[in-house]
């Protein structure tokens, strides 16, 4: 990296009591970086967000936010970020107007700039419509939105959005990672978590796996699916009873073989030569699905499969 980081982390540990719920982690975030956390329920994703956001400080290690101890600095780290929380906290007794220039008071920013900025990000997020509506009418994407555009009133180096576009619509969902993308666009830096693969590799730059308290993996996401995977996944459906007959039978036919209760998948370069092979050993499944290797398959090979609750 040719500039300092906005991000830099090394050893960082946060416990409650005798549970680890950050074990000494490092990581770094660039200017101008899509830099993304993913990671099971409580692999500590969040923990490492709320040190990052200056709500909640590190037990050990090292940790500089926009170049400043957070623990000293927090209020004046504070004033330069931004900050999408993952539930809604708008003030529903004001209107979408209202919402924008009442917290931009907050950074003590003048009446007029804070009305200009306002009418700025509504048309940025496509709102300027909704000024004069209550928050209660909105639909979930555009409350999103909104909360989007209140994260950007001061003009932050760095915005924190915990998923995003959780519980949204398809349609919502685009729309919303074509305004990150275009706040990207602008130099603007973004770290977030999601639960979405598809959203990590649409808007990361970069992104970590979590697991466990501990960072398992690191890259771009095409780093990551090069280094975890392979190029396709042929998934193969059986009739009830027969796949449990197949012992043996799916051997040297791909790079990894992964058997799960309703399907077998198997990870090669060439998925239709996969399927042709097995074809000529006999193996006639019921339906055949080749696709391209995805995030999600790093992610389950890194994390597991078990439902952790």
């Known amino acids: 990296m040719t500039q300092e980081p906005l991000i830099f982390a090394r050893g960082l540990v946060k416990k409650f009591g005798e549970f680890t719920a950050v074990d000494g982690i490092d990581l770094e975030v660039a200017p101008g970086e899509a830099f993304g956390f993913l990671g099971p329920n409580g692999a500590g ?40 929380p993952q539930l809604d906290n708008l003030d529903p007794d004001l209107t979408v107007f209202e919402n924008l220039t009442t917290y931009a008071r907050y950074f003590g920013i003048p009446r007029s700039e804070g009305r200009r900025r306002a009418q700025e990000l509504l048309e940025f997020v496509q709102l300027t419509e909704k000024a004069s509506s209550r928050v209660d009418p909105l639909s979930g994407g555009m409350k999103r939105r909104l909360t989007i555009a209140r994260a950007m009133v001061n003009e932050p180096d760095l915005v924190l959005l915990d998923e995003p ?8 969902r685009h729309l919303l990672w074509d305004r990150l993308y275009r706040l990207k666009q602008r130099g603007v830096t973004l770290v977030l978590t999601t639960h ?14 979590m697991d466990k308290a501990k960072i398992v993996a690191e890259g ?32 040297g036919l791909a790079e990894r073989i992964e058997r799960l209760p309703d399907r077998v998948l198997l990870y090669a370069d060439d998925g239709e030569a996969v399927v042709a092979s097995a074809h000529g050993r006999g193996l006639h499944p019921e339906t055949v699905l080749v696709r391209r ?13 078990s439902l952790i609750e």
Do not use: W
Request: glycine share 8%.
């Open 196 to 209: 979405y693969m598809d959203e990590a590799e649409q808007l990361c730059d970069r992104l970590v796996v």
């Open 45 to 84: 994703k969040s923990s490492t967000m709320r040190m990052i956001g200056c709500v909640s400080s590190p037990t050990a290690g090292e940790l500089r936010i926009l170049g400043l101890d957070p623990d000293r600095d927090g209020p004046r780290i504070r004033a330069r970020l931004g900050v999408c």
């Open 220 to 251: 771009s996401p095409r780093q990551l699916i090069e280094h975890y995977s392979t190029k396709e996944v042929a998934e193969f459906r059986f009739a009830p009873g027969i796949q449990e007959t197949l012992d043996g039978q799916f051997e």
């Open 293 to 305: 290797s995805t995030l999600e398959d790093v992610f389950l090979r890194l994390t597991g499969r």
């Open 165 to 172: 576009t959780t519980g949204l619509d398809p349609q919502a």
